[in-house]
């Protein structure tokens, strides 16, 4: 079945880093554009970034451009996210998922994984 | 950037009642609109795409109209299982959700 699994999570100090992974199965992985999506505590979803599927077009939101980068190995299947100078603020659960359009402009979410808690505190 | 906003940012109404969320862009989007609907501790679920369309699976209470800037979500009937919160979603100019709608039972 369509699946997205997110890992890569956990507690980080202010300034650190960490790396997001999504490991996907199902489905061609390669014929997708790719999306990391986040929400913080008690809030909305917010749109983080997105991949196209051969990985030559990516977007950022404005509140991580220059600190997060993501990126994609369509030969595993799997997309990543790299998050440095991490600030409270990114604090959140961060799911990636699959554009619901196979080879085509990105379009929205159809599949989603369960996310990774991320928490940036001192 | 294209901003998006939702009303209410709550409501609560009665098994059966008919339930209307709107959704304005701060452009024009033509129909490159989604709605979704999370439940707590869930992943997101696309409910809506194009502004009207319906995913498959989901139940026909589900609805959705609009183009340009405004938009509507419609539940016919609400159902408890329908008790989420709702946003939508752009895609015209890369991603931005709308702020949210909690939908409870009265």
């Known amino acids: 079945q369509v699946q997205l699994v997110e890992s890569g999570g956990g507690l980080v100090k202010p300034g650190g880093s960490l790396r997001l992974s999504c490991a996907a199965s199902g489905f061609t992985f390669s014929d997708y554009y790719m999306s990391w999506i986040r929400q913080a505590p008690g809030k909305g979803l917010e749109w983080v970034s997105y991949i196209s599927s051969s990985g030559s077009t990516i977007y950022y939101a404005d509140s991580v451009k220059g600190r997060f980068t993501i990126s994609r190995d369509n030969a595993k299947n799997s997309l990543y996210l790299q998050m440095n100078s991490l600030r409270a603020e990114d604090t959140a659960v961060y799911y990636c998922a699959r554009d619901r359009l196979r080879r085509g402009s990105p379009r929205g979410m159809d599949v989603w994984g369960q996310g990774t808690t991320v928490t940036v505190s001192s | 950037d294209i901003q998006m906003t939702q009303s209410p940012s709550s409501l609560s109404a009665s098994v059966g009642d008919r339930v209307t969320i709107t959704c304005q862009a701060s452009q024009d989007i033509s129909n490159y609109l989604n709605w979704y609907q999370q439940k707590p501790g869930k992943a997101p679920k696309l409910l809506i795409y194009?502004?009207?369309n319906l995913e498959t699976g989901v139940p026909s209470r589900f609805s959705g109209s609009g183009s340009g800037t405004d938009f509507t979500f419609t539940i016919s009937s609400l159902q408890p299982e329908d008790i989420a919160t709702y946003y939508c979603?752009?895609?015209?100019?890369?991603?931005?959700f709308g702020p949210g709608t909690k939908v409870d039972i009265k």
């Open positions: 979603q752009q895609y015209d100019n890369q991603f931005t």
């Open positions: 194009d502004a009207s």
